[in-house]
């Protein structure tokens, strides 16, 4: 799967997690679903609790590259707020 991947800058000069962008899980639903494509049909892989903190490996489209903890995958830019 192909997906626009964010520069790596280094975490000393900007404070930024060391693999990425990081982004804050926000849902109304209280969890954010990680997919396993950047489609909400697609197998959900994992759930994040909101206010959890995701790293932001890239996007494609609407979509962005994740991962938190073990877990990697999707999830909607609805659902996240990138901390820059």
Same mark, same amino acid.
């Given at each position: ?9 280094s975490?000393?000069l ?15 639903s209280?969890?954010?679903? +990680?997919?396993a494509?950047?489609s909400?049909?697609?197998? +959900? *892989? ?9 790293? *932001? ?17 999707? *999830?909607?830019?609805?659902? +996240?707020?990138?901390?820059?």
């Amino acid at each position: 799967m192909r997906y626009h991947t964010y520069p790596l800058p280094s975490p000393q000069l900007t404070g930024r997690h060391p693999h990425g962008t990081t982004a804050t899980a926000e849902s109304h639903s209280g969890v954010v679903s +990680i997919y396993a494509k950047p489609s909400s049909h697609a197998a +959900i *892989v994992g759930n994040v609790p909101c206010g959890a903190q995701l790293v *932001v490996l890239g996007r494609q489209a609407d979509w962005h590259a994740v991962r938190y903890g073990p877990c990697q995958g999707f *999830v909607s830019g609805d659902t +996240i707020v990138l901390n820059y």
